[in-house]
Every structure is written in structure tokens, then in C-alpha cells.
């Protein structure tokens, strides 16, 4: 698929080191206090079997994106998350980990948005169709993109931002309604429902071995924290991939909920050990790990998922 398909996008696999340390950091570090040595970075992603070299680029692009901020402490400089990191990962935690536990209340309101840009404006173009994407989007032709829900403002804004400078370029977001949701012409058909139920499927057979090792006791801590941030990896992909639409759009069966349950017992059940590990992993270059590294749990019901575990916590995430 190229940048400009309109279809679901398939999970890719392996993570960059800034992927990975990213996802590390928001699942076991929960406070901008921490201050956190280099060289205890590096030790934690050789546990991922990340060299050095990528190791302390991963770090310094972190620092760059505003992620992570250096301060002095002693002859070497620390780092810590950001307050607005720490923002951002909670958030993003409370979706990742809420994904999927009830249907969406359904109004049958959909957002539609219509641009018209010249040729001399592809650029543009290509960065709506990316932008339209990321806010969960979806091409029903070629300029007419939908959403389920009735949100129209950051549609609004990305269309402003990226066309308004385009001579020549216009737009309009709607509020929209469907006579035939669920037929051939409808929102759904937009949508490739059936290569995500299959990503499903292969989700729940690829962890099918290791959600029956975490439930009999059978994971050591070192292979706890890889295989508990791989599955979170794979996880959090249908959460910024699946449109959540109502049941009645769906295909029939709908594995969503099979592979949340694999995805729950593998993250519930290896919490403990993944955050063990990487205290092991991460003490001899940072005393003070034991009080700063935590792991977020998940519930079923759902409440909200809070970081559990260490001294200095921030709280339970808020609703």
C-alpha cells in the first residue's frame, strides 16, 4: 500500500529504538522527577537486543521531540519524561488499555470532509490524505473522507492548515447521515473490515502460546518484559487502526473482543515480572530504580488503568 491508499493500515512489523524506548518509558515510568542515567537506557533496550550506538540516538531524538529533557547531576547529565510526556503517555495508556471493553454508543452521525486542490497543490494533497488518516478517517471516494461521530473540529482545523495557503484549494466538513450504512455504497464498505478481522485473528494466534505460558506461571521476568511490550506494540495499533464502529456494520463473528481478552492476560498477568526485570536490568546504573519504575494494569470492568508498583507514582489515571 502506498501513503495515499484509504484502507485500514496494516500493523508493521519491529519497532524502531525510538518506537521501543517510547513504549517502555509510558508503560514503566510514570513521574517527571525521575532522573534517569544514560547508561541505564542503554541497559534496559539491549534487554530488546538494541546496540549502544541506537540506544543513545533513540535517546537524543526523544530529547529533540521534547519527550525527555537533560539536567546536570553531579559530573554526567540525567534525563527525565517531561510533564507533558507523562500527560501524553497516560493518556494514551487509558486508550490503548480501554480499547474495546464496550461498544461505542452509536448515534449513526458521521463526520464528512470534501476538498477540491489543484494540481499544483499534490503536495498538499498527499499531507491532508495523511493528516484525514491519522484522525481516523477514512476515503469513501476520492475527496470525500468520513469518520463515525459528530466532531467536526479537527477535521476543520487540518483542512484549514494544510489548504489554505493552496490557491485555488477549497473544502467544506459536514454533518452526515447514511439511508444505507451497512450496504455496498454506504460508509462501511470504505472500511477493509475484512483484512482487520484477519489482523485480529493473527494477533490472537500469535499470542495464543504465550497468553497460555503467562496464565500456568511459565514466563521468566526477562522474557516477561519482551514479550508484554511486544503484544502492547501490537496492541496499540488496532486502537489507532480500528474505527470502532457499531456491531451492526461488522462482519460476523467479530474477533475484537478474543484478541482484547489475549491481549489483557498477557499484559495483566506479566506486569509484575516485566517491572521486576527491568529493575534488575536498569539498578546497577540507577540505585534508585526500584522507586521510580511502575507498570500500568488494566481492568475489565474497565476502571481506569493506573501505574502500580514503586514509591512514586502519580496517581490513577483520571477520567
Do not use: C
Not at 509510558?26 to 517527571?32: A, I
Not at 494514551?92 to 480499547?99: A, C, I, K, Q, V
Not at 500456568?216 to 503484544?231: C, F, K, W
Request: proline share 8%; no cysteine; aromatic share 8%.
Amino acid at each position: 500500500m502506498n501513503a495515499d491508499d484509504v484502507r485500514v493500515p496494516r500493523a508493521q512489523a519491529g519497532s524502531s529504538p525510538q518506537h521501543l524506548l517510547t513504549t517502555v518509558l509510558g508503560e514503566y515510568l510514570d513521574s517527571s522527577d525521575a532522573d534517569l542515567p544514560s547508561t541505564a537506557v542503554i541497559a534496559i533496550l539491549r534487554e530488546f537486543g538494541i546496540s549502544e550506538s541506537s540506544a543513545r540516538a533513540a535517546l537524543s531524538r526523544l530529547v529533540r521531540r521534547g519527550l525527555i529533557a537533560a539536567r546536570r547531576k553531579g559530573r554526567s547529565p540525567v534525563y527525565h519524561l517531561t510533564p507533558q510526556a507523562i500527560a501524553k503517555h497516560r493518556s494514551r495508556m487509558r486508550h490503548f488499555l480501554n480499547f474495546g471493553s464496550h461498544p461505542a454508543p452509536w448515534t449513526g452521525d458521521w463526520v464528512l470532509a470534501t476538498f477540491s486542490v489543484p494540481n499544483a497543490g499534490q503536495a498538499s494533497r498527499h499531507a491532508l490524505r495523511r493528516s484525514l488518516t491519522a484522525l481516523g478517517f477514512v476515503g469513501l471516494y476520492d475527496s470525500v473522507w468520513i469518520r463515525p461521530g459528530s466532531d467536526v473540529a479537527p477535521a476543520r482545523e487540518a483542512l484549514h492548515a494544510l489548504l489554505y495557503h493552496v490557491e485555488g484549494a477549497r473544502w467544506s466538513v459536514l454533518h452526515a447521515r447514511f439511508d444505507e450504512e451497512a450496504g455496498p455504497h454506504g460508509p462501511a464498505s470504505a472500511y477493509d473490515l475484512t483484512g482487520l478481522a484477519s489482523a485480529y485473528s493473527i494477533f490472537i494466534e500469535q499470542y495464543a502460546e504465550l497468553r497460555a505460558a503467562a496464565r500456568n506461571g511459565e514466563v521468566d521476568p526477562a522474557r516477561a518484559l519482551v514479550a508484554r511490550t511486544s503484544a502492547m506494540d501490537s496492541w496499540r495499533k488496532f486502537a489507532d487502526v480500528d474505527p470502532d464502529l457499531p456491531p451492526h456494520l461488522l462482519p460476523e463473528p467479530w474477533p475484537r473482543q478474543e484478541a482484547r481478552e489475549t491481549f489483557l492476560d498477557i499484559h495483566t498477568t506479566l506486569g509484575s515480572l516485566a517491572q521486576a526485570r527491568l529493575v534488575e536490568v536498569a539498578t546497577p546504573h540507577w540505585p534508585d530504580a526500584a522507586s521510580w519504575i511502575t507498570h500500568f494494569q488494566a481492568s475489565r470492568d474497565p476502571s481506569q488503568p493506573e501505574p502500580t508498583g514503586g514509591e512514586h507514582g502519580s496517581g490513577p489515571l483520571a477520567g
